[in-house]
């Protein structure tokens, strides 16, 4: 009897942590994906805000030199700052880290302390 309940439990045991395990292999996933499309992102508007602010200032160089300028700066602010706020909602959206391990240890104790 004793052995049967401690090899249930060993084997409750070894799947929650399986359940941990995984969890957090798809927080792991969730950073690097996260850091990935940031650095890419960062790159190509890096990329674009350079030769697009060069071809405006070029091409508005001799009427409105100023005003290119600032419609770049404000247009790069924007795009960054889309950026982030993006980036932000994707974080803010995800569930709590272990929140499945979690329930499923509650529901493991709840059971074992009506039995």
Request: with cysteine.
């Amino acid at each position: 009897m004793i052995r049967r309940s401690l090899a249930n439990l060993l084997g409750l045991l070894r799947i929650r942590l399986e359940l941990a395990g995984l969890e957090l292999q798809d927080e792991i996933d969730h950073a690097v994906r996260a850091v990935a499309m940031g650095v890419v992102g960062a790159l190509l508007v890096c990329a674009g805000a350079v030769f697009g602010a060069v071809a405006l200032v070029v091409a508005f160089w001799e009427t409105h030199r100023v005003l290119a300028l600032v419609g770049v700066a404000v247009l790069l602010s924007g795009a960054g700052l889309a950026v982030l706020l993006l980036m932000r909602r994707q974080s803010r959206d995800r569930a709590p880290i272990f929140k499945e391990s979690a329930a499923q240890l509650e529901q493991d104790s709840r059971r074992m302390s009506g039995q």
